[in-house]
């Protein structure tokens, strides 16, 4: 059974620019979760997607949207880019959704904002 | 708000030897679940061992076992026999849930170096 893919694996960017990353999430796996990994701030979770609905939102600006198509596949988009939004964008997806379920992650998407 | 806290930003060990990675959390819940992940230098994160709150028995996997002190609200990572291959940062994870979905909070990870 195939993981989770993200692509691109990695992007450059200026800022003011926009981006879109993709999830692909284990086939069958419902949930889907988005997370912004960085040197200083560690993991921070963006949000959670299931059959989809946006369930559960982290504390990021309106700029970082994302969406989920009916075959769970899901993208994130962040707007006017800006340096501080330089991370390691991470996806993991999850059979039912549910608080114990497993997470299985992807590899991320590196993005850099020049 | 609740915040997950890994004092150790580094350890090292020597193969074959034990090493416990610390993690403490803040929360005001009761039910909750913890995690410990892996994320090798490949990037790709994979869940070592998890830990719901209503059990009071820790929970072992293999070489991992966790030392769950719910009432100081800790949470350590042994690993006993370290190998080559478990250097890695290791993450602590609070997770709870909300109606109809769940959030997970990460710590700001450890790195473990293991000599050979």
């Known amino acids: 059974k195939a993981g989770v893919t993200q692509t691109p694996r990695y992007l450059i960017k200026t800022r003011g620019q926009q981006v879109t990353l993709s999830c692909s999430p284990i086939s069958g796996h419902r949930s889907v979760s988005w997370y912004q990994q960085t040197p200083g701030q560690g993991l921070q979770f963006l949000f959670e997607y299931f059959s989809e609905t946006q369930r559960n939102k982290g504390n990021f600006p309106g700029r970082f949207s994302g969406r989920q198509f009916s075959n769970s596949r899901s993208e994130m988009n962040v707007s006017t880019l800006e340096l501080g939004d330089s991370a390691l964008y991470l996806c993991a997806s999850s059979l039912t959704g549910d608080v114990l379920d497993i997470q299985y992650f992807g590899a991320g998407t590196r993005l850099s904002v020049l | 708000a609740q915040t997950v806290t890994q004092s150790q930003p580094e350890m090292s060990v020597q193969e074959a030897e034990t090493v416990t990675l610390s993690c403490t959390y803040d929360?005001?819940?009761?039910?909750?679940?913890l995690f410990w992940y892996k994320q090798p230098p490949s990037r790709q994160m994979i869940l070592v061992i998890r830990?719901?709150?209503?059990?009071?028995q820790n929970a072992t996997e293999n070489r991992f076992s966790v030392n769950f002190q719910k009432a100081a609200k800790s949470f350590s990572l042994k690993i006993s026999d370290s190998q080559l291959g478990d250097a890695a940062m290791y993450f602590c994870?609070?997770?709870?849930?909300?109606?109809?979905?769940?959030?997970?909070?990460f710590g700001a990870g450890t790195r473990l170096f293991v000599k050979a």
């Open positions: 994870a609070y997770r709870r849930g909300y109606t109809g979905g769940f959030k997970t909070i």
């Open positions: 929360t005001s819940e009761s039910d909750y679940y």
């Open positions: 830990q719901e709150a209503y059990k009071q």
